[in-house]
């Protein structure tokens, strides 16, 4: 299994890890297809699909992302996961 692979798998988990970095949130966005841009000035995270025209703004606190932005990505991913 592959590292991508294994990420997916713990970004899928239930319960919802409350311990997924920005930085693999990148890694799995940039899998999928997704434009990943940082925000140093306002430090946030957007994560846009342009084909669905969906953007998800993440606001950075600390080293990990809260549950609500996770459960949006993972819509997100799905909804990717879908239209290919």
Aim: proline share 6%; aromatic share 10%.
């Amino acid at each position: 299994m592959s590292k991508i692979e294994k990420l997916i798998d713990r970004f899928y988990k239930v319960p919802i890890p409350n311990d997924i970095t920005y930085e693999e949130i990148e890694k799995l966005a940039n899998y999928f297809g997704c434009i990943v841009k940082k925000n140093s000035g306002r430090h946030s995270l957007h994560i846009a699909y342009p084909q669905l025209g969906i953007v998800i703004p993440i606001p950075v606190h600390g080293k990990e992302v809260k549950e609500a932005y996770i459960k949006q990505l993972k819509e997100l991913f799905d909804m990717i996961r879908e239209e290919n």
